[in-house]
């Protein structure tokens, strides 16, 4: 009891901090700053779980010398005159969420901006936390579902960051909201609020990242985790029934992912001659390259070659008032 009584006096007295964590993205649509980009990314052993030596010579000699250019033509078409799409909401999200914050707590409460891979990089936002004071860090991954490609990466790059600093404050990791009354209601008014301005579909695509098989199967939780997100908020829509999906997009290499992969669940509504497809990206909380490009390009082309009609890509969370809200309230449950 005194130690409990303890912790809550220091956390009275201490300046808490909030780290919000996004995966990254090139600093500009060009092979160059593509090839850096990718050679942190997939250089994670989190990422690629293959042993070092040969994937050292894969990533070098074959990845990085092709691959940066066809990325970096994608990245260009989503590009804004302002940046990329997930850094201008990623930024966005840390400035309205301090405001949130300080409006509900009647205090300032410091909140940095940092991506996994690229730039700010988390080293950077725990120095301008630290800078601010912080004894405490909050750390809030922005991915719904827990996987070890992007959480534990995340947990492990900043312990290794905080690890190099002399006097390093504690920090309080967010593992996952999959399943947060909050994030699902989020979700379900942003498609709702589109649906009440362009009507509703004959289907319901939601499309999440994929992850190899193997790695499920080794006990990872995302895919179920990703399952009961899609239940949830389809419930809270009225749709969970045969009108909607669930398919899993971004598969890279050779090996099993996750199914139904989503560029063959697009072509299949597009063979059964669906009149109107509607696609959500609920695993990500702010539009990036698999969602701009990978769903509203691609996959609207690949359902209409395969003979589908109308496709509409829904925009995600984003800044919107509904999910500042509910990242408010998740972040209020940490601090």
């Known amino acids: ?198 009507g509703r579909p004959d289907r319901l695509l939601m499309s999440f990242h994929g992850l190899p098989r193997a790695v499920v199967e080794a006990g990872d939780p995302y895919e179920k985790q990703c399952r009961r997100s899609a239940e949830l908020i389809a419930t809270e829509l009225g749709w969970n029934d045969k009108r909607t999906l669930i398919s899993f997009q971004s598969r890279f290499g050779p090996a099993e992912w996750l199914q139904p992969y989503t560029a063959e669940a697009l072509e299949g509504l597009g063979r059964e001659k669906t009149g109107r497809v509607d696609v959500i990206c609920p695993g990500f909380p702010a539009d990036c390259l698999e969602s701009l490009e990978e769903i509203a390009m691609e996959g609207r082309d690949r359902f209409r070659a395969a003979g589908g009609k109308e496709f509409h890509y829904i925009p995600t969370l984003n800044d919107t008032p509904a999910w500042m809200s509910a990242l408010t309230t998740i972040a209020l449950e940490r601090i």
């Open 1 to 198: 009891m005194a130690d409990a009584a303890a912790g809550r006096a220091h956390d009275a007295g201490s300046t808490v901090g909030v780290l919000l964590v996004n995966l990254g993205t090139p600093d500009e649509p060009t092979p160059a700053a593509v090839r850096r980009y990718l050679r942190e990314f997939l250089w994670d052993p989190y990422v690629v779980q293959i042993p070092r030596l040969p994937w050292w010579f894969i990533l070098n000699f074959v990845i990085l010398p092709l691959r940066p250019g066809k990325v970096a033509k994608k990245y260009a078409t989503i590009w804004r005159d302002d940046g990329a799409p997930l850094r201008i909401y990623h930024t966005r999200q840390a400035q309205l969420l301090r405001g949130y914050l300080g409006e509900k707590l009647k205090r300032p409460v410091p909140v940095a901006a940092a991506m996994r891979y690229g730039n700010p990089s988390i080293a950077s936002a725990l120095d301008e936390l630290l800078g601010r004071g912080c004894s405490r860090i909050v750390v809030l991954p922005m991915y719904p579902q827990y996987a070890a490609s992007t959480t534990r990466s995340t947990e492990e790059a900043v312990r290794r960051a905080l690890a190099a600093r002399p006097n390093a404050p504690r920090f309080d990791m967010l593992e996952d909201f999959h399943d947060h009354p909050a994030y699902v209601k989020a979700v379900a008014r942003n498609v709702n609020d589109y649906w009440m301005k362009h």
